[in-house]
C-alpha cells in the first residue's frame, strides 16, 4: 500500500463505531498487514503481548481499554517487558474516547482525541516499509486531498471513458487544475465567500447529478468572464458573486465531464476538506501521479524533500543571499541593492515536475525579500519577485499544469504570511497570463529559448499559461542584469534502463563529441546541456543526481566535456538516501555540481 492507500484506509476506521476488540487489528489491516498475519495474531501464536494487547515484532504493541484508562495503559504498554523483547517501535493506547501513541525511537508521542486519530496517520508510516517525510507526518492535508481526488479522477474517467484518451487528456487535467483552484480559492479568501463553490455545486445541482456538469461549466465561464460583460454572455445570477480570474485558466472551452451521484459525493467531499492547510511544494508531487494510470499505484514518489531541496539551493544562491543581508544589516542603502538584485534572479528547473525546486526557491526569496522590507519599515510592499522568473519544462502535460498552479498557490501564500490577508487579496486576482513553465522534452529543447541570456528578450508563439501545451513558451520580458541559477532532480536512469526514445536524447546531445557516451546515466544529459547554457549567459547549475557519473567510467566521458567548456564543480554534497513516500531505492545518490568558472 502506498501512503494515500493507507491514509484513506486509516480514515475509513476513524469514522466506524469504536470497538475495543476489533480495533487492533483493524488498525494493522489499514498499513497493508495481509489477512494471513492477521489471523496468527488473532490466533495468539505471533502475538507476543503480555498484559492483554495484540503486539507485533519490531512493529507496535496496542491495547485498547476502559474510558480513562488511555494515559495508564500507555505506560503499561511503555513497561511492559514483551515491548522491549519484541522491539517494538510503537506503542497505542485508545478508550475510543481518546488516543495516545508513542515513537519508542524518536521519543515523539501523539495524543488526542479517538476521532482524530486518522489525521496523523503519517505518524505511524514506517509501520508500512515507508520512509516517511517530516513535513507531511506533521500535516496530512496534502495526503488526504490527493487520495480524494485520485478517487474523483478515476470516477470520472470510468463515467467519461473519452476523457481519458489522447485527444482529451489536456481537457482533462485542466479540469482538475481548476477544480483544486476554486477548492483553494474559496477556503483562503481568494472568493469573497467561504466554499462558495462547493456550496454553489451542492444547492444548484441536482442530487442524481445529472446536471453537475453544467453547473461547473457555468462556474467556470463566469470565472472566465468580466462582471461588465456577464450580462451579455447570459451568466445566470447565481454565478455573479465569483470573480474574474483570468491567467487563461479557465479560457478555452468550459466543457466538464459529466458526474454520476458518486463522483458529486466525492466532490464535496474534497470541497469539505480544509484547503488552506495545503503545501504546494507537497501536493503538487502528489497529485501529478493522478493523471498518470501508470504511476497512480506510486502516489508521492516524485516527492523531493525541503532538506534535499535545500542542498541544491542553499549553496546554489541561497546561502550567498543570506550572507549578503547580513552584511547588509540596517543599510537602507544596501537593503534595497540586494533586493533589486533578488527582483532579477532567475531560477531554472529543466527537469520540474510539479515545481518542487520552483516553489521552494520562490518561498525562499520571499522569506528573504520580507526581511529587506521589514528592515526598510516596507513590511507591506508588494513583492518584486516575479512568477515570471521561475522558468520550467516538464515532459508531461499534468505535472506542468499543476507546477504552473502550486506557483500561484505559494505566490498568494507568500502575500499572506509576508504581507497580511487583506493585501494578498486584493493585489491575487486577476492572474497574470504570462506562461513559466513549457510542457516538452528538456534534452530536445533549447534552453536558451525558454530561459534567454540576460539583457535579451524573445517572442515565441506558444502556449499561455493554462492553455494546450506547445513545445516552447511565450517569454516577451527581459531580465537585464539578472542571475540564472539552474536546479532540479532530473530522471537518473543507467543505460541499461533507458527507452529508446531515451537513449536517442542522449545521442543527440553527445554524439560526436566524447567517445563512450552510451554508458551514461540519463541524467548526464542535463549537466551537458547545463554547461553549454553556461557559454551563453553567467549561470551556475545544480542537480540531485546520481554518484553514478562521479565514479567509475563515467568519469571520463562526462567531465572533461564539461571542462572543456569552462565549468568546474563549484560545491558537492556527500551521497545521501532521497526521502520520498514509498520504500527507498537500494542506490544512494549524491549532489554534483557545476558552475561558472
Not at 344 to 372: M, Q, W
Not at 555 to 579: C, D, M, N, R, Y
Request: aromatic share 10%; charged share 25%.
Amino acid at each position: 500500500m502506498n501512503a494515500v492507500e493507507i491514509e484513506e484506509a486509516i480514515s475509513n476506521l476513524a469514522e466506524q463505531p469504536f470497538e475495543a476488540a476489533e480495533f487492533p487489528y483493524a488498525f494493522l489491516l489499514a498499513f497493508g498487514n495481509k489477512e494471513t498475519t492477521i489471523k496468527r495474531l488473532r490466533a495468539g501464536s505471533s502475538n507476543k503481548s503480555d498484559i492483554g494487547g495484540v503486539l507485533q515484532t519490531s512493529n507496535i504493541h496496542i491495547k485498547t481499554c476502559a474510558e480513562g484508562q488511555a494515559t495508564a495503559t500507555l505506560r503499561d504498554l511503555r513497561e511492559s517487558p514483551a515491548t522491549t523483547r519484541a522491539k517494538a517501535r510503537f506503542i497505542l493506547a485508545t478508550d475510543g474516547v481518546e488516543f495516545q501513541a508513542e515513537d519508542l525511537t524518536s521519543g515523539e508521542a501523539i495524543i488526542c482525541p479517538y476521532a482524530d486519530f486518522a489525521n496523523h496517520f503519517g505518524f505511524f508510516l514506517p509501520l508500512a516499509g515507508i520512509t516517511t517525510v517530516r513535513a507531511i507526518c506533521e500535516n496530512a492535508f496534502d495526503i488526504k486531498a490527493t487520495g480524494r481526488l485520485n478517487r474523483l479522477y478515476i470516477e470520472l474517467l470510468r463515467d467519461n471513458p473519452d476523457w481519458g484518451t489522447a485527444a482529451r487528456r489536456h481537457q482533462m487535467n485542466q479540469f482538475m487544475a481548476r477544480l483544486i483552484f476554486c477548492f483553494f480559492a474559496e477556503d483562503t479568501g481568494i472568493f469573497a465567500q467561504e466554499t462558495i463553490f462547493t456550496r454553489t455545486i451542492e444547492t444548484m445541482s441536482a442530487r442524481d447529478s445529472s446536471n453537475t456538469h453544467e453547473v461547473i461549466g457555468t462556474l467556470f465561464r463566469a470565472m472566465n468572464t468580466r462582471p461588465e460583460d456577464r450580462a451579455a454572455e447570459g451568466i445566470p445570477r447565481w454565478a455573479e458573486p465569483f470573480p474574474y480570474v483570468n491567467g487563461e485558466l479557465f479560457s478555452g472551452t468550459t466543457e466538464a465531464p459529466r458526474f454520476s451521484k458518486i463522483a458529486r459525493s466525492y466532490l464535496l467531499t474534497i470541497g469539505g476538506l480544509d484547503w488552506t492547510q495545503v503545501n504546494p511544494d507537497i501536493f503538487g508531487s502528489m497529485i501529478q501521479a493522478v493523471a498518470d494510470e501508470g504511476e497512480r499505484g506510486a502516489l508521492g514518489m516524485h516527492y523531493t524533500s525541503v532538506p534535499n531541496i535545500l542542498k541544491v539551493l542553499n549553496p546554489l544562491f541561497l546561502d550567498d543571499l543570506r550572507t549578503a543581508l547580513e552584511e547588509a544589516g540596517d543599510n537602507s542603502r544596501k537593503l534595497l541593492n540586494l533586493r533589486n538584485r533578488m527582483a532579477r534572479i532567475r531560477v531554472f528547473d529543466p527537469a520540474c515536475g510539479s515545481g518542487n525546486f520552483l516553489v521552494i526557491a520562490y518561498k525562499e526569496l520571499r522569506a528573504i525579500e520580507a526581511e529587506i522590507n521589514r528592515r526598510r519599515g516596507e513590511a507591506d510592499r508588494r513583492s518584486e519577485i516575479t512568477l515570471t522568473n521561475f522558468r520550467g519544462i516538464e515532459l508531461k502535460d499534468f505535472p506542468a499544469t499543476i507546477a504552473r498552479l502550486a506557483l500561484i498557490i505559494a505566490e498568494y501564500q507568500c502575500d499572506v504570511l509576508h504581507r497580511g490577508q487583506r493585501e494578498a487579496t486584493r493585489d491575487f486576482l486577476p492572474l497574470d497570463s504570462k506562461n513559466w513553465i513549457t510542457c516538452g522534452n528538456a534534452l530536445r529543447l533549447d534552453w536558451l529559448s525558454i530561459c534567454p541570456p540576460t539583457g535579451t528578450g524573445v517572442k515565441l508563439r506558444g502556449d499561455d499559461l493554462f492553455g494546450t501545451p506547445l513545445d516552447q513558451a511565450e517569454i516577451d520580458f527581459e531580465n537585464e542584469g539578472g542571475e540564472t541559477y539552474i536546479c532540479g532532480n532530473p530522471p537518473y536512469l543507467g543505460f541499461t534502463w533507458q527507452s529508446a526514445e531515451q537513449k536517442s536524447d542522449l545521442a543527440a546531445i553527445f554524439d560526436g563529441r566524447t567517445k563512450g557516451w552510451k554508458s551514461l546515466d540519463y541524467v548526464a544529459g542535463w549537466f551537458l546541456k547545463a554547461a553549454d547554457y553556461g557559454q551563453h549567459t553567467p549561470s551556475a547549475a545544480a542537480f540531485v543526481s546520481t554518484n553514478s557519473i562521479c565514479q567509475g567510467e563515467q568519469v571520463p566521458i562526462l567531465w572533461p566535456l564539461i571542462f572543456g567548456l569552462g565549468q568546474e564543480i563549484a560545491f558537492a554534497h556527500t551521497s545521501f538516501k532521497v526521502s520520498v513516500l514509498c520504500p527507498p531505492p537500494s542506490a544512494r545518490h549524491s549532489d554534483r555540481f557545476i558552475g561558472p568558472r
